[in-house]
């Protein structure tokens, strides 16, 4: 069984268009996270919820909307996609909030614009 | 705010050669959790350190956490090629501020 699983695994799509990942936790976790990885492998946070509401919300530009409709879920919103957005997207859950709490990582979601 | 740098950024090492990664921040860290990921994978949990000077081993794999809680550095032993990845130091207090990863790439 998948602990944290994303969908889609690929997405190719053209610059403007909006689109949506999704992603759910098996483990029971309280908390669930955005991350965006670049190709320099750099790996930032984006948001972060913890059951169901918004802590952690970085400097994100307004197009990207993250939803959390229960717990076990999260998923990410983007309108208006630009070339800049490109890039690997993981989700990642937590037993609770905080930083000494060992994160398990979704297999990512690999977004190239055209 | 916090930064956490990690170096080398890269490192090609031969096989059966030894490796270390090292992590430092300027501010004291409450803890260290150390990742790897390999290539086309995602960030798999390898273990946290929380106690200044703190030392822990997995296998061939050293980790050791700064007297001050500045730094970090995770030593493998003898490499193979199932050791090739990125790996990642992080911590924080309220949210995961990751390092900027060390590639490593192990030659056979």
């Known amino acids: 069984d998948t602990a944290v699983s994303q969908t889609p695994k690929y997405l190719v799509t053209q610059m403007g268009n909006d689109k949506s990942i999704k992603c759910e936790q098996n483990?029971?976790?309280?908390?669930m996270y955005w991350y965006k990885q670049d190709s320099k492998k750099f790996l930032k946070i984006m948001f972060s919820?913890?059951?169901?509401?918004?802590?952690i919300n970085e400097t994100v530009p307004n197009r990207f909307s993250p939803k959390s409709p229960d717990k076990a879920h999260l998923n990410l919103h983007i309108n208006s996609l630009e070339l800049g957005d490109s890039a690997v997207y993981f989700c990642?859950?937590?037993?609770?909030?905080?930083?000494?709490?060992?994160?398990?990582f979704g297999d990512g979601t690999r977004l190239s614009i055209l | 705010g916090q930064q956490v740098m990690q170096i080398p950024q890269y490192q090609h090492v031969q096989e059966g050669e030894d490796f270390t990664t090292y992590c430092n921040s300027s501010?004291?860290?409450?803890?260290i959790q150390w990742y790897k990921q390999r290539p086309g994978g995602h960030p798999v949990f390898l273990i946290q350190?929380?106690?200044?000077?703190e030392v822990k081993k997995q296998k061939r794999l050293t980790f050791q956490f700064g007297e001050a809680k500045k730094n970090s550095s995770l030593h493998i032993t003898a490499t193979q090629t199932t050791d090739v990845g990125t790996y990642f130091c992080?911590?924080?207090?309220?949210?995961?501020?990751f390092g900027t990863g060390t590639r490593l790439k192990v030659l056979a």
């Open positions: 990642a859950s937590s037993p609770s909030p905080g930083g000494n709490q060992p994160q398990h």
């Open positions: 483990l029971g976790h309280d908390t």
């Open positions: 919820y913890n059951n169901k509401e918004l802590i």
């Open positions: 501010t004291t860290l409450s803890n």
């Open positions: 350190l929380v106690k200044s000077g």
């Open positions: 992080t911590s924080g207090t309220y949210k995961y501020i």
